[in-house]
Nanobody, 123 residues
Framework: QVQLVESGGGSVQAGGSLRLSCTFY????????IGWFRQAPGKEREGVAS????????SYADSVKGRFTISQDNAKNTVYLQMNSLKPEDTAMYYC????????????????WGQGTQVTVSS
């Protein structure tokens, strides 16, 4: 089993920045990919960014490219999501997830999920 804990959410004004953290525990050897997802009220959960824990390759949703950066600190079993130039449409609950397989932005690839951290961006 893998457990994940997110932190770093909060409220910011448009144009501001936040850094989310995702620390994972348990059978970490089974993890191939960590992804960040978000879900706004009334909308489906969508992939934001992912990182291959073995090599560092990353992928991003088009809506966040150039603004968000995913990175990892293997020594701390932690993945970060640096979010810059935030927009009101970035407001959502942000979740991190761990998966053993292909590193994508699809929710079905991920087997373990955190509880989420709220990000609110005001105009």
């Amino acid at each position: 089993q893998v457990q994940l804990v997110e932190s770093g959410g909060g409220s910011v004004q448009a144009g501001g920045s936040l850094r989310l953290s995702c620390t994972f525990y348990g059978y970490t050897y089974s993890i191939n990919c960590i992804g960040w997802f978000r879900q706004a009220p009334g909308k489906e959960r969508e992939g934001v960014a992912s990182i291959w824990t073995g090599g560092g390759s990353t992928s991003y949703a088009d809506s966040v490219k150039g603004r968000f950066t995913i990175s990892q600190d293997n020594a701390k079993n932690t993945v970060y999501l640096q979010m810059n130039s935030l927009k009101p449409e970035d407001t959502a609950m942000y979740y991190c997830a761990a998966g053993p397989g292909y590193c994508s932005l699809e929710t079905y690839e991920y087997k373990s999920w955190g509880q989420g951290t709220q990000v609110t961006v005001s105009s």
